[in-house]
């Protein structure tokens, strides 16, 4: 079973390099002495981008997994991941 599918997954994979490129350039900020504020503003920015893949990745988990297992038969084993994530957005 595909667990990400190719759309999806290209999205992930931008979102994610673009948040690679975004860590180098707070390194460098780091590296170069920065005024603080400028770098924090960087690190929010960095926070909102993972925050992005994770909203991603879980509907599609939602959508795809949790609606197969449910569809499946497994149905406890779908209301158990449901709550593991929303754990794991409330952390």
Known sequence: MKYI??????KIIRR??????????LQKLIENDT??????TQ??????GLS????LLL????????HHQMSSGQ????QKEVLKVYQLKRK
């Open 5 to 10: 599918n190719d759309k999806d997954k290209v």
């Open 16 to 25: 994610l390099k673009l948040i690679e490129g975004q860590v180098r350039g």
């Open 35 to 40: 005024y603080c504020i400028d770098v924090i």
């Open 43 to 48: 690190t929010s920015a960095v926070k909102q």
């Open 52 to 55: 992005g893949v994770e909203d």
């Open 59 to 66: 509907e599609n988990h939602l959508s795809h997994c949790v």
């Open 75 to 78: 149905v406890e084993k779908a």
